[in-house]
């Protein structure tokens, strides 16, 4: 399963007030797992920088004045999220600024549904704790000690974090649901609450001497082994 996490920063907060994308950043999981690629490009969004904008992401006119124009990139971006899941929050945000700009340059629109809203995950896991990224980055004790101002690859990296987090962890689909475990399919990862017992118990595989020469040996590691612990639970 490829899965695209991607930010933008922009000029301001609508894009039907004319406001535009100044820049993209975007990593690429395989399976909930990081590859390494990643895509970020800075946009001249051909319109003075507002104050509000610069004060949160730092990008100034001058900055921008030799970067491309997002037609110019735009088929470079759109090979590299390819038809992949879009993760995102605020979702709507992003979605709303990256179509109309695909709009601009005749593009395809991308549908709403292929973006997975993150901040909506966390609204509905944590009601009522804030979402922001940087309040999920304290919850789950992720270093954002470097987002001093917004950058949208940045983000995208930290978001990443955040993101395997809310889906259960590094490894999400390590555990096995318990259809799939009754009738023998470990095909189809998720939770499992309860495995189904045995009847009885098997019966142990190991010799009498063998069992003593395994306790002699732990003997030998010390009372506070984490064996010994195991043999006096």
Same mark, same amino acid.
């Given at each position: 399963?490829?899965?695209?996490?991607?930010?933008?920063?922009?000029?301001?907060?609508?894009?039907?007030?004319?406001?535009?994308?100044?820049?993209?950043?975007?990593?690429?999981?395989?399976?909930?797992?990081?590859?390494?690629?990643?895509?970020?490009?800075?946009?001249?969004?051909?319109?003075?920088?507002?104050?509000?904008?610069?004060?949160?992401?730092?990008?100034?006119?001058?900055?921008?004045?030799?970067?491309?124009?997002? $037609?110019?990139?735009?088929?470079?971006?759109?090979?590299? &999220?390819?038809?992949?899941?879009? *993760?995102? !929050?605020? @979702?709507?945000? =992003?979605?709303?600024?990256?179509?109309?700009?695909?709009?601009?340059?005749?593009?395809?629109?991308?549908?709403?549904?292929?973006?997975?809203?993150?901040?909506?995950?966390?609204?509905?896991?944590?009601?009522?704790?804030?979402? $922001?990224?940087?309040?999920?980055?304290?919850?789950?004790? &992720?270093?954002?000690?470097?987002? *001093?101002? !917004?950058? @949208?690859?940045? =983000?995208?990296?930290?978001?990443?974090?955040?993101?395997?987090?809310?889906?259960?962890?590094?490894?999400?689909?390590?555990?096995?649901?318990?259809?799939?475990?009754?009738?023998?399919?470990?095909?189809?990862?998720?939770?499992?609450?309860?495995?189904?017992?045995?009847?009885?118990?098997?019966?142990?595989?190991?010799?009498?001497?063998?069992?003593?020469?395994?306790?002699?040996?732990?003997?030998?590691?010390?009372?506070?082994?984490?064996?010994?612990?195991?043999?006096?639970?």
């Amino acid at each position: 399963m490829r899965e695209i996490v991607l930010d933008t920063e922009t000029t301001g907060l609508d894009p039907e007030d004319g406001h535009r994308i100044v820049e993209i950043g975007a990593v690429e999981l395989m399976n909930h797992v990081p590859t390494g690629k990643e895509y970020h490009q800075y946009i001249n969004p051909l319109m003075a920088m507002p104050d509000q904008a610069f004060a949160i992401h730092g990008l100034s006119d001058e900055f921008l004045s030799n970067k491309p124009k997002f $037609s110019e990139i735009v088929n470079q971006f759109l090979e590299f &999220i390819g038809s992949a899941k879009l *993760v995102i !929050h605020n @979702a709507i945000f =992003d979605m709303k600024f990256i179509n109309a700009e695909l709009i601009k340059c005749e593009k395809e629109e991308i549908p709403f549904d292929r973006a997975t809203d993150t901040l909506a995950i966390a609204r509905k896991k944590y009601p009522g704790s804030p979402a $922001s990224l940087d309040s999920l980055c304290r919850r789950f004790k &992720i270093d954002n000690s470097a987002r *001093v101002v !917004h950058g @949208a690859l940045l =983000d995208s990296q930290i978001l990443a974090e955040v993101y395997l987090e809310l889906v259960g962890g590094k490894q999400p689909d390590f555990t096995l649901n318990i259809t799939d475990v009754e009738h023998g399919n470990s095909s189809n990862p998720g939770k499992a609450k309860r495995i189904r017992e045995r009847a009885e118990n098997l019966k142990p595989r190991i010799t009498k001497d063998e069992e003593n020469r395994h306790r002699k040996f732990i003997k030998q590691l010390g009372d506070h082994s984490m064996w010994s612990e195991i043999l006096k639970a």
